[in-house]
């Protein structure tokens, strides 16, 4: 049987519930002290003076580690190894420089959290505090373009953009825009820092075990391999802890000078603007069509925030590039610097922000045409990258649109806007298309089995949560031919063999490849030992003839002739047999553009006098190759649709434009969706085979359910009421 796409239930899932699985911050170390974190109450200036007595005089602090007394780090990386995405510019208190507030710029470690708390309150810090662009208004005075976007330029055109524009007969133009929004995973980052020597072992929660690695090393001079990370759990991460921060070095410097091991945990305020987070974007949309609904013109010109310290881009205009067919194309991007913590990737960067716009403005011109959203949508289908040229390795939008309009009821639709009401309540229906770029990385691992029949596969990667655990096991024990309790997958450990960062919904497409060769590679491994050994009823036969089922070996053209692979490992005599192998994409990326698509619908309830917006039902459906786990894929999907829910409706990181901190840099304050905001979901997946993507034909699901969903809110919305907002979040102030 294949457990590959079988609905199998989370492999970790009882470690997590029992509380056996251990997060960054409860491993049990030996003689660990604790840290807290100090941050600056300035968004730009130098630090004048720094008083340590008070903070000193709290019984058990061991150090307070600022500017003036912390260990010297090489040159070359003072701020840090700048390796984008995974190096970025940190602090890490080798001058008195403050660049933004909420900035690292000290440590205090002692025997206990409370102390250190307590020693950190009582730590006095002046600065001299110099001007600071605070106002994001201000900033876009004064932009400047970035170098290359994920390998992509920054600006692109196609045709005259101006020729198309007038062409058309009808056109929109508008400014769309979105707010700061910052990660709040369940689980802060926590790092635990210990040497042994010049050995360094590191517990940290983070999206990618060997970039911690191979960063942290290079930032404090030393040999990668002295350095060992270990993360068998991330409690959520969704981009910010992608990259290197400055915490995680500071943990590993703090325990160096106090001469123990060290856990510095972040405060929930300190989650805001130290690990990033997305910025505030403005994005400003031109198209233009025939009547008939062709589209002649398209432009996307994106202005978003960076800090002062490091480059880094909202790439909201990439999604235009290959969406609809357009003959005449211009995008950009430009980057406003402001004292405010470095941005980063956020669930579906880009992609989220920039489905926003494009698909508000389709929903405008489908208006400014009379034609139906569907029917603009499918006028301007293409079944080739326009900006690439290349043809999509798969693409099953059509048939997305087909199942969610029929599941959905859109036909029943009445257009107008203010036609449809339940009770008291405007009732609204909107639409917008779903994607995401298909990303594959070089990956290793190794699959071992034991006389037992026991099998365990490793890769040096890391499960946030979204399932990595369980759909390795499935690939693996297809793959090897062994019942699923048979097999186990193990992560979490940078001794393991190379992963990339599980980022850009890339795990799936590259580790399961490397997966299911290693496990093809242990099988071809384990038939040709048994073919060779005289003892076996496979003597003689040829390793490729040999097939693998449920733990047993058998010719496939005469299966009585069968033995259990247990008995091969065992009779072979040299304890576990292993194999590993790489996998890596090859030149199909140069030959096609691979993406995954889906469609989203969604309906809302507006109350007229309050301007309160209910959303009572999702449908959301996807073509997204090969869905290893139907349980974790819907979970994954459905996660990705609440979160489009909190960009449209809730999430805003406020900022204090005088002082450049988040007010509302908190859980309560910062809202988000929860079980009474989210009504109805139903996630559909279609049939859709792509072989050119990766061996398994998976594309990964983690980031394209949030795109398209805050686009499909406000387009139902406007349906409802008749107002457009073209800034998120869509709150009731905006409507009354």
Not at 132 to 154: C, N, R, W, Y
Request: charged letters at 20%.
């Amino acid at each position: 049987m294949s457990f590959v796409g079988a609905p199998v239930n989370r492999t970790d899932g009882w470690a997590k519930v029992s509380g056996a699985a251990l997060y960054s911050a409860e491993h049990p170390v030996p003689n660990l002290a604790h840290a807290v974190l100090v941050t600056s109450t300035v968004p730009s200036g130098r630090i004048t003076r720094i008083d340590t007595r008070m903070a000193e005089q709290v019984p058990g602090v061991l150090l307070v580690m600022s500017y003036e007394n912390a260990m010297r780090l090489p040159p070359a990386t003072r701020m840090g190894k700048l390796q984008p995405p995974i190096g970025r510019a940190l602090t890490l208190l080798q001058d008195d420089r403050v660049y933004y507030n909420n900035q690292p710029v000290g440590v205090v470690v002692a025997e206990t959290l409370e102390h250190a708390r307590e020693a950190a309150a009582r730590l006095q810090i002046e600065y001299e505090r110099a001007d600071a662009v605070l106002d994001f208004e201000l900033a876009k005075q004064s932009v400047h373009p970035p170098g290359t976007i994920l390998g992509e330029d920054p600006d692109t055109r196609r045709g005259n953009l101006q020729t198309g524009l007038l062409t058309g007969s009808a056109r929109v133009e508008a400014t769309y825009v979105t707010p700061y929004e910052s990660h709040n995973p369940l689980e802060p980052h926590a790092t635990i820092a210990a040497w042994e020597g010049d050995r360094l072992t590191l517990y940290d929660s983070t999206q990618y075990i060997k970039g911690v690695q191979r960063i942290v090393a290079e930032t404090l001079g030393m040999p990668a391999d002295r350095l060992t990370v270990f993360c068998p759990f991330t409690g959520g991460g969704f981009g910010c802890k992608g990259s290197v921060w400055s915490h995680v070095v500071l943990a590993a410097m703090a325990a160096r000078q106090a001469g123990r091991p060290v856990k510095l945990v972040l405060d929930r305020n300190q989650m805001f603007g130290p690990v990033g987070m997305r910025p505030a974007t403005e994005q400003r949309m031109r198209l233009a069509a025939l009547s008939d609904g062709r589209l002649t013109a398209s432009s996307h010109d994106v202005t978003s925030y960076t800090s002062v310290i490091e480059d880094w881009t909202e790439p909201s205009a990439l999604v235009t590039r290959m969406m609809y067919e357009s003959p005449t194309q211009e995008t950009s991007h430009r980057l406003a610097k402001m004292n405010l913590g470095t941005p980063t990737f956020m669930r579906a960067p880009g992609e989220a922000t920039g489905t926003y716009a494009l698909e508000c403005a389709m929903d405008e011109l489908a208006y400014e045409l009379g034609i139906d959203p569907i029917e603009l949508r499918l006028r301007n289908y293409t079944e080739r990258d326009p900006d690439k040229g290349l043809p999509f390795s798969s693409k099953s939008l059509r048939q997305c649109y087909e199942v969610g309009a029929q599941r959905f009821g859109w036909h029943g639709r009445n257009p107008a806007p203010r036609s449809m009401r339940e009770g008291d309540k405007l009732v609204g229906w909107g639409m917008a298309t779903a994607t995401y770029p298909m990303r594959r990385m070089a990956a290793k691992a190794s699959v071992v089995m034991y006389p037992d029949g026991f099998a365990i596969a490793r890769s040096a990667t890391q499960d946030l949560g979204t399932g990595t655990y369980t759909v390795m096991t499935q690939v693996a024990a297809d793959a090897l031919g062994v019942p699923l309790a048979n097999m186990r997958f193990e992560l979490g450990d940078s001794r393991m063999p190379d992963a990339p960062v599980s980022g850009g919904s890339m795990t799936v497409a590259s580790v399961s490849s490397a997966v299911h060769a290693a496990a093809g590679a242990l099988r071809h491994k384990l038939a040709s030992i048994a073919c060779a050994h005289p003892h076996s009823p496979l003597h003689g036969a040829v390793p490729e003839e040999v097939g693998a089922d449920a733990g047993w070996l058998f010719l496939s053209g005469d299966p009585s002739r069968r033995e259990p692979m247990a008995l091969v490992v065992e009779r072979h005599g040299q304890g576990p047999i292993e194999a590993t192998a790489n996998a890596a994409p090859g030149e199909e990326k140069n030959k096609y553009s691979m993406h995954s698509f889906g469609a989203v619908f969604v309906e809302v309830h507006v109350d007229e006098l309050l301007g309160e917006i209910r959303v009572p039902r999702v449908v959301g459906v996807y073509g997204v190759g090969r869905l290893l786990n139907r349980k974790t894929g819907h979970s994954q999907l459905m996660g990705g649709i609440v979160w489009g829910l909190g960009m449209a409706l809730f999430e805003e990181t406020l900022i204090d434009k005088r002082i450049g901190r988040a007010v509302n840099g908190n859980l309560a304050e910062y809202h988000v969706p929860v079980n009474a905001d989210v009504g109805t979901i139903d996630v559909q997946v279609v049939e859709e085979h792509d072989p050119y993507v990766n061996p398994l034909g998976a594309k990964g699901i983690g980031e394209i359910g949030i795109t398209g969903v805050a686009a499909a809110v406000a387009n139902a919305v406007y349906h409802a009421t008749g107002k457009r907002v073209r800034d998120l979040p869509i709150t009731l102030d905006k409507l009354l």
